[in-house]
């Protein structure tokens, strides 16, 4: 793999499309163990983890079901700043075992808010599945039971994660070079 360009910045290569693939077969097969008998529902958080959901969705062998939420920021009315909504889901997910997709937990902000959003419509339990976690840069405590790498805090494109719209059909994932 070499270099490549994404808009004004260089990228070098980082996970190959193999290594990806290795580990999101032996992330499925484990999610697929330890959910048995529980029919998950797996909620991929767009845009970011399309590709990871797609793929960790095919690497699933016991029966589940899928859906697509949004999480979008919109200015408090108060002085509270950024809140985050939960947007697009329908489905009842009270008594359920709840499997949140991510593409990547930087501060994990997003996924704290989130969890505090689904865990108010009651389901049996929610679990998380990221394909990346940064650990330098968590602010707040998150148990990631379900995880495919663990990165150093380099800005990161491709395999769906994008840099301002572009990269993310990239098979392989690649990080910014200074
Ligand atoms: P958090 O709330 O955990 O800080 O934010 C997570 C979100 O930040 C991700 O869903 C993603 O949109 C974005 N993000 C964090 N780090 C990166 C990165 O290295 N590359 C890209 N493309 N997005 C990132
Ligand atoms: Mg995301």
Do not use: W
Request: glycine letters at 8%; charged letters at 25%.
């Amino acid at each position: 793999m070499e270099t490549i360009q994404v808009r004004d910045r260089s990228f070098a290569p980082f996970l190959s499309a193999e290594e990806i693939q290795t580990r999101v077969a032996e992330l499925g097969a484990k999610i697929s163990a330890e959910l048995q008998g529980k029919r998950p529902l797996f909620l991929a958080v767009l845009s970011g983890s399309f590709i990871f959901a797609a793929d960790l969705l095919r690497a699933i062998s016991i029966p589940c079901e899928i859906a697509f939420i949004r999480v979008s920021s919109y200015e408090g009315t108060g002085s509270t700043g950024q809140v985050k909504q939960l947007m697009g889901l329908k489905e009842d997910i009270a008594g359920r075992t709840v499997v949140v997709v991510e593409d990547i937990i930087d501060s994990g902000l997003t996924m704290k808010e989130l969890l505090g959003i689904l865990v108010e419509k009651n389901p049996a339990e929610v679990k998380i599945a990221s394909l990346l976690v940064k650990p330098g840069n968590m602010q707040v405590e998150l148990d990631i039971p379900y995880r495919c790498f663990d990165i150093p805090n380099d800005f990161i494109v491709g395999y769906g994660l994008d840099y301002d719209g572009e990269g993310r059909n990239l098979p392989a994932i690649y990080k910014v070079t200074e």
